[in-house]
């Protein structure tokens, strides 16, 4: 069964830092691009940093220079490193693929960034 689970989130100051995980049970994960997601409340769903079969990365700008997406196929896992963390980062952060078709979403991982 194709199963997506998310972790790492929590409450943390502004300034402050957290490391999401997300462990994907997908056959053939490494090559497919992959994807970290948030939804705030009120918001759609934004892509906010991906990363390639081979590894390379890309962000949207909003957390460019502050997140850092990486991944380890011989886990099937994918990770966000979130430094630097804001209000505005607060949201419900999902992994999925980068691309369609999505594979069956998780129930993400709630971060909450307030003083």
């Known amino acids: 069964q194709v199963q997506i689970v998310e972790s790492g989130g929590g409450l943390v100051q502004p300034g402050g830092s957290l490391r999401l995980s997300c462990a994907a049970s997908i056959n053939l994960f490494s090559y497919y691009d992959m994807g970290w997601y948030r939804q705030a409340p009120g918001k759609q769903r934004e892509l906010v940093a991906g990363?390639?079969?081979?590894?390379?990365?890309n962000y949207t700008d909003a957390v460019k220079g502050r997140f850092t997406i990486s991944r380890d196929n011989a886990k099937r896992a994918v990770y966000l490193q979130m430094n630097s963390l804001k209000p505005e980062d607060t949201a419900v952060y999902y992994c999925?693929?980068?691309?369609?078709?999505?594979?069956?979403w998780g129930q993400g991982t709630q971060v909450t960034v307030s003083s």
């Open positions: 999925n693929r980068k691309w369609a078709p999505y594979i069956s």
């Open positions: 990363i390639t079969s081979r590894g390379t990365t």
